[in-house]
């Protein structure tokens, strides 16, 4: 690894913004939070895979992997990001190096011939050049040459210097950050400045979920000038300097970015979410504050309380047909976990049981709010390997899981409903109406005829012996595990 | 509960339904060395044979008695007779299957009667079985006028008493018209692996498959032998597929052997419980273990598909027995039937899992779509030109498929076709990938002054 980006590694790792860095001492923070793998027992992405999520949703730039194939060969257009404009995003370009040229050291110059390839037949925006393992373990150095092909063809060149080896998903996620924030924001001005100006850092519009709360911003006339990077062009990470506030959605990752945009421009941020009803109404409540305090005309407030009330009772208006559809359900929750109390307290005020959620990623912060809403500790838990979650569902422990891709087989194969929450998912869930889609995804899943049909016993056997009763989940029970493999 | 309704107007637009002498000369086209002919005037026979010929790609040896003017009013009986004498001489075929049509049933002939006058006086056509069948245009449709031909066929050929002993391991094999060759095939198969001889009336698997012959034959080029027909009278049970075939199944019981009127076998519930009547009807709990491991690999497809069946709106065109079970394995993995329209109402409509089923037309399934937010279409080819229309997905099934090759070939019954149609029926939902943009959700569009503004590619 280069000596600057060994640097910046550390740099990185040691983020004074990060609450859970800042509980550490000072061995402990040194260490950095990236905790080492497990081989025969790790599940997840690598820096480069983190640096092309935070990324790859940024839909006029031309993302071009410097890499053999299998970086992006076998990654490309794999993600529900929306675009209402580009679609150059989806797109997948790398250098595909040969066995000869990798031999031959001639990597620098490819790449700085797909360079001029990508601009002479996309006019991108911008060139985004993401170094990986082989490329970077043969010396190649993507900073001049990103340099010197923006400088030739009058177009931005940003070299990401990402090779997967040096960490996880999360730090990907944040050297992503760090590139844009060195080479990109400032880069332009904003035509005109609001004083309703606003970033979202961490939003990947998903299947749309930024325009799930885009409209209830729109009519309070806040505008997003800077976001990272769902549905965002180029220049509205260029202009984000600009903005009043910072959101930081859902996300430790991007926290970094975060922090020096404060640093630098004075932008103040705040951590929020847009899943639940009581977050969404929380962000919005946070938003509008912190913006009447950075010079908003204070009425801002008062239509933020009148909107919140209005939408609410539309949003539980909504919910309410689902309530005999999904009361008494048990739900197990597996994902991140600090996203997750405020769609549990949603779950539970329609009638159902959350039997468990995982609490992988929380804060202690966040912990402790779930074990208030849940009125126990017992229902949280780290990783489930997947043999105890396939037990547990097998034997009916809960109706319904919902969790990321990784674990959908563990449910399906034990016949269970399966309502996919993560990244790869199709639907949006965001805002006030995305609980209502939640709701909706939860009752196709649950009630779908289809699981009786498939628990009926082959006409060969022997019809059932009578069901034993269904003990309740226990999650004390199981070993757990280091691998998380439902890494999101 | 299925509320059937007719709609109450004059006007049919893009009809559904196709004619029943059209479904008797499919039948008849199942028997080996069969001519299918229409006591009618020459254009019924023209309509139906260019359908069956765009359906299945193959030559159709469908004749015409060639009614005209002067026959119209004063009986075609000499027109069979004649008819029967030219295909006897052209194409020496060993079975004249005679449906008739709406003109001649208008007229109100005794066909039945001049032809059994007739038969007396020409020892001449003895070796040459013919069958009739009433199947007047205006009643019915494709399932009614190849039941019709079925039992026609039984009332003539199958002796109420049975010639010899009964034969625990024969079974009658009567599908019905919904299903295709390929499936009629899968089926037989299924009921061999039991330990079972199946007789198939009618058998369309050799002789509608799609092959190439080594002669020209100007007869069916397949289909049930003549010589197992009146065996069927000795056959330990019937099984028939679909409700239009319970008339002939009750006429096989008369006979002897019990009649299992059974669901067409689409879906797992379906499935499962045509195996179990196989089972009872072989005395056997044992099943091959092809069949096991279809049914696992039917479960899994069904988890993978129901992602994309869940909650989808559906339009189903499509006759009485083919609209039910179809309908039923949609339903079964949580679609819904929003609009339903069908041709005739039997048990089998009754069936189908819809709020309302309306004896109507392609055009009411048109207005129905948009008003109910159905997203796939199920019917036959017809319906291309509203899919179009509409952006909605065409599912091809029934018949006329004349925009597609193999629809013979098509094969969605037992575990392993069951898994093919939701494979099916979930790519064609992602083949119609919904694209959210920020109106769908009431956001206003992207400043514009984020926008990139390409410059014009370079040129080399």
């Keep these: 690894m280069s000596e600057a980006l060994k640097n910046q590694v550390a740099a990185v790792l040691n983020e004074p913004a990060c ?12 260490k ?59 797109t997948g370009f790398t250098t595909d190096l040969s066995e000869l040229e990798i031999v031959m050291g001639q990597g620098e110059k490819k790449l700085f011939r797909a360079i001029r390839e990508v601009i002479e037949q996309q006019s991108p925006a911008a060139v985004f050049v993401y170094s990986t393992c082989t490329t970077a373990l043969v010396g190649d150095d993507i900073v001049p040459v990103c340099k010197a092909a923006a400088e030739r063809f009058g177009t931005p060149v940003i070299p990401i210097d990402v090779p997967g080896y040096v960490g996880s998903k999360n730090l990907g996620n944040k050297l992503a950050g760090e590139a844009l924030f060195k080479y990109v924001v400032g880069t332009m001005e904003p035509e005109v400045s609001t004083p309703y100006d606003i970033n979202i850092i961490g939003d990947f519009n998903l299947s749309g979920e930024l325009w799930q709360v885009k409209p209830l911003l729109d009519k309070l006339g806040i505008r997003i000038l800077g976001s990272v990077a769902g549905d965002a062009r180029y220049a509205q990470i260029a202009k984000m300097h600009r903005a009043r506030v910072t959101m930081l959605v859902c996300s430790k990752a991007l926290i970094n970015m975060a922090r020096r945009l404060e640093e630098t421009y004075g932008i103040p941020f705040f951590e929020g979410s847009f899943y639940g009803i009581s977050d969404t109404s929380a962000a919005i409540r946070t938003l509008c504050a912190m913006l009447v305090e950075r010079g908003a005309p204070a009425d801002l407030i008062d239509r933020a309380e009148a909107l919140i009330a209005e939408e609410e009772a539309c949003a539980r208006a909504a919910l309410e047909p689902f309530r005999p559809r999904v009361a008494g359900k048990r739900v197990l929750l597996y994902t991140g976990g600090h996203k997750s109390w405020s769609v549990v307290s949603a779950l539970q005020e329609l009638g159902m049981e959350v039997v468990g959620t995982s609490v992988r990623k929380a804060t202690e912060e966040d912990k402790t709010r779930i074990a208030e809403i849940m009125g126990t500790e017992a229902h949280m838990f780290e990783n489930m390997a997947p043999r105890d979650m396939y037990a547990a569902l097998r034997a009916a422990r809960a109706d319904v899981l919902m969790s990321g891709g990784r674990s ?30 939640l709701l909706d995804a939860i009752d196709r899943a649950i009630n779908n005829p289809l699981w009786a049909d498939l628990r009926t016993p082959a006409p060969w056997d022997a019809p059932p012996a009578p069901a034993a009763p269904v003990t309740p989940l226990d999650l004390s029970a199981m070993a757990g595990t280091r691998a998380d493999f439902e890494d999101c | 509960m299925t509320r059937i309704t007719h709609p109450d107007r004059a006007l049919s637009t893009n009809p559904l339904k196709v004619s029943a002498p059209l479904g008797a000369a499919m039948a008849y086209l ?111 449709g494709l399932e009614e006028g190849w039941a019709r031909a079925v039992e026609a066929i039984i009332d003539a050929m199958v002796p109420e008493t049975a010639a010899g002993p009964r034969l625990p391991a024969q079974v009658n094999l009567l599908p019905g018209s919904h299903l295709t060759p390929a499936e009629v095939e899968a089926i037989a198969d299924l009921v061999r692996a039991f330990g079972l001889d199946p007789i198939v009336l009618p058998d369309l698997t050799d002789s509608l498959d799609g092959h190439l012959a080594e002669d020209w034959s100007g007869c069916s080029l397949g289909g049930t ?36 009127v059974l669901q067409t076998p689409i879906g797992l519930r379906a499935t499962d419980a045509f195996v179990a009547a196989l089972m009872e009807i072989a005395g056997t709990r044992d099943v091959p273990a092809r069949l096991k491991r279809d049914r696992a690999r039917l479960q899994d497809a069904c988890l993978d598909a129901h992602f994309h069946t869940a909650g989808l709106k559906v339009a189903l065109g499509a006759e009485p027995d083919l609209a039910a079970a179809l309908g039923q394995a949609m339903v079964a993995m949580g679609a819904q039937i929003v609009a339903a329209v069908s041709t005739t109402s039997t048990a089998a409509t009754a069936q189908i899992p819809a709020e309302q089923v309306l004896l109507g037309d392609l055009g009411d399934l048109e207005r129905l779509i948009p008003e109910t937010g159905a997203k796939m279409l199920i019917t036959h080819a017809q319906g291309r030109m509203m899919a179009e229309r509409l952006h909605v997905a065409h599912l091809r099934a029934g018949f006329p498929i004349f925009d597609r090759l193999g629809a013979q070939d098509v094969c969605r019954v037992l575990y ?45």
């Excluded at chain 1, 269970?416 to 109406?433: F, I, L, R, S, T």
């Design chain 2, 416 to 460: 392993a076709g069951s898994r093919a149609f939701y494979y099916e029926v979930a790519n064609l939902v992602l083949s119609h990938p919904h694209r959210p943009a920020p109106e769908d959700f009431g956001a206003l569009p992207i400043d514009e002054e984020f926008t990139h503004a390409p410059a014009p590619s370079a040129r080399h």
């Design chain 1, 19 to 30: 609450a859970t860095n800042r509980s550490k001492d000072d061995a402990a923070r040194k």
């Design chain 1, 32 to 90: 950095g939070c990236t905790k080492q793998l497990t081989p025969g027992a790790a599940a997840g992405g690598c820096a480069f895979d983190g640096a092309m999520i935070a990324l790859q949703p940024v839909t006029d730039v031309a993302h071009l992997v410097h890499a053999p194939l299998a970086c992006w060969g076998n990654g490309y257009d794999n993600r529900g990001s929306a675009s209402s404009g580009s679609d150059l995003y989806r």
């Design chain 2, 30 to 140: 199942g028997i080996e060395r069969a001519i299918p002919l229409f006591h009618g005037a020459q254009g019924c026979t023209a309509f139906a044979m260019v359908h069956l010929v765009r359906h299945f790609k193959e030559a159709i040896p469908l004749q015409t008695t060639a009614m005209n003017e002067v026959s119209a009013i004063l009986g075609g009986g000499e027109q069979i007779e004649e008819a029967i004498e030219n295909l006897r001489k052209r194409a020496n075929p060993r079975f004249i299957g005679i449906a008739s049509t709406a003109l001649t049933e208008t007229r109100g002939e005794d066909v039945a009667g001049e032809l059994r006058a007739m038969l007396a006086r020409r020892e001449d056509f003895a070796d040459t079985r013919v069958v009739y069948a009433a199947t007047p245009d205006f009643h019915g």
């Design chain 1, 408 to 437: 959908q087989f563990v449910a399906l194969k034990a016949r269970v409903p399966w309502v996919d929450v993560n990244q790869e998912k199709h639907e949006p869930y965001a805002g006030y109406m995305g609980m209502v889609n």
């Design chain 2, 225 to 260: 032998p003549l010589a197992r027909i009146p065996l069927m009278a000795q056959s330990g049970a019937t099984i028939a597929i679909g409700e239009a075939m319970r008339p002939a199944a009750e006429r096989l019981a008369r006979r002897g052997g019990a009649a299992h």
